[in-house]
């Protein structure tokens, strides 16, 4: 059983962000899901890849020139995610895109409604692309603000290389900050603050409250202290690494196939693959999870 954290659905124009990303770089035929375009071959081709649940974080925010990338709008619409949510309970998870530049949507209201209208309980924001600031930035306070009180997780985009206008968008002690002023708040940083991999792990050692998906990044620069920290459990930290693809932007089977061929210690499998996502992702009083993942 597996919870992906980071499994982009990839049917409608809700994909289009992503499909003409793999086009632009001829990998397009490699997901076939997202070539088709529908909801049977997204479920099709994770659960081939033995994905059980994804979670869509799929984004939604104006694009950016950072370094020598240039990226395009992202237009995932919200209430897409939340109807793929409804007709399939245990195998899909909304994230509703939070533009935090307020330039698609007003922030603090679209959270509101995915909560109340649409039945979201996690959010994505990536405010290095939009409005260009960093994560602890006092502009985001009645964002992260709002997501705990209505006790949500939060996705954070934490890419050094992708991420912000300057690398040091992605040093953990911006999400740190967070995590300090709200206590309460869970907080899941994807790609795993790259390349500040071992200041990374020690603040989700650190705080109950930050978990980490390196996703691709487990393989980069630090991956031997990525394997050497789940296996040796320092300060606990096996329960803070979250399983994530980053799909469609990766062939899912290939990855999944790659990382379970890692030498993992056999009992701290279970932890990466789907529970520790379930406590970050606060579906322990879940009645369907509960049953599905026998908790």
């Not at 009180?149 to 912000?164: A, F, P």
């Not at 050692?205 to 980490?212: A, K, N, P, Q, S």
């Amino acid at each position: 059983m597996i919870i992906d954290v980071r499994c982009r659905f990839t049917g409608g124009k809700s994909a289009d962000y992503y499909r003409e990303q793999l086009k632009n770089s001829g990998r397009l035929p490699l997901i076939k899901s997202l070539e088709e375009g529908t909801e049977e071959s997204f479920f099709k081709e994770i659960e081939d890849a033995g994905v059980t649940t994804a979670v869509s974080a799929s984004g939604f925010n104006p694009g950016a020139k950072l370094g020598k990338y240039n990226f395009a709008d992202r237009t995932t619409i919200n209430d897409d995610l939340a109807e793929i949510q409804k007709r399939n309970p245990v195998r899909f998870i909304a994230c509703g895109g939070i533009d935090v530049s307020n330039t698609f949507h007003q922030s603090l209201e679209e959270i509101r409604r995915c909560y109340f209208e649409l039945g979201i309980r996690v959010f994505g924001i990536e405010p290095g692309r939009a409005p260009g600031c960093l994560p602890s930035d006092p502009c985001l306070d009645e964002v992260y603000k709002l997501i705990q009180e209505l006790n949500c997780t939060v996705i954070i985009q934490t890419s050094g290389l992708k991420g912000g206008t300057y690398l040091d968008y992605a040093n953990p002690h911006h999400i740190e900050v967070v995590a300090h002023k709200f206590p309460y708040l869970r907080i899941i940083c994807a790609h795993g603050c790259y390349p500040f991999v071992r200041e990374a792990m020690v603040i989700a050692m650190r705080r109950d409250t930050i978990w980490l998906s390196p996703e691709g990044y487990l393989w980069h620069l630090g991956h031997e202290d990525w394997m050497r920290a789940i296996n040796k459990n320092f300060e606990g930290f096996s329960n803070k690494f979250l399983f994530g693809t980053a799909f469609p932007l990766t062939p899912i089977k290939a990855f999944v196939e790659n990382f379970m061929n890692l030498p993992f210690k056999e009992e701290v499998l279970p932890k990466l693959l789907y529970k520790n996502a379930i406590q970050a992702l606060n579906l322990e009083d879940n009645e369907l999870f509960v049953k599905i993942y026998q908790l």
